[in-house]
């Protein structure tokens, strides 16, 4: 009985041996499953750190970027408004040219009015002192040339006398034209 026993005893002990052995195989088994997955998990977590750095940098540039436009933008603003001014600067200053232009065109219309004034004076004049040598030293005309205080040549631009009407012709031309 107590032989059996024991025999069975040790029978149950191999058979608990194999059972452990066999669970110790699976736990093994189990293990290396673990381990290669926290191998696959960490070679993933690298590839996602890799993946991180990768859009951290893309992001930073994308930021230099984007203060780089805004610098270029503000500047370009500026540059407008600075426009803007001097396009309103140039717009005063065109205004005063044109009146400054107007100005000297009325003046020279006034000199060109006074110019043609003076041709017809001219003119008179020349047709008195004809008019004058025609009746050589008729008393009559030479009082009234003397009382007109109209005496030779007299330029009447400028006053300047002359003893005939040639040389006063020849002055008026260039004086009337300075
Ligand atoms: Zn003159």
Known sequence: MERISLHDER?????????LNEEKMSLDHQS?????????????????????EQLLSETNSLRQEIEKKNAEFQKITNQL???TEEMQLLRSQLLLYEEDFQHEKKLAEALLEEKNKLNTELLKQIE?????????????LKQTS????????????????????????THVDRCLDS
């Not at 029978?11 to 059972?19: G, V």
């Not at 290396?32 to 750190?49: A, F, I, S, T, W």
């Not at 008195?128 to 009559?140: A, D, I, P, V």
């Open 146 to 169: 003397q009382h007109q205080n109209e005496p030779s040549a007299i330029c009447p631009k400028c006053e300047m006398a002359f003893q005939n009407l040639s040389d006063l012709m």
């Open 128 to 140: 008195f002192n004809k008019q004058l040598q025609e009746s050589g030293s008729s008393g009559k």
């Open 11 to 19: 029978r149950l002990l191999e058979q608990e041996k194999i059972d």
């Open 81 to 83: 408004l600075q426009s």
């Open 32 to 52: 290396k499953l673990y381990d290669d997955c926290e191998r696959g998990l960490q070679n993933e977590k690298k590839v996602l750190q890799v993946r991180y």
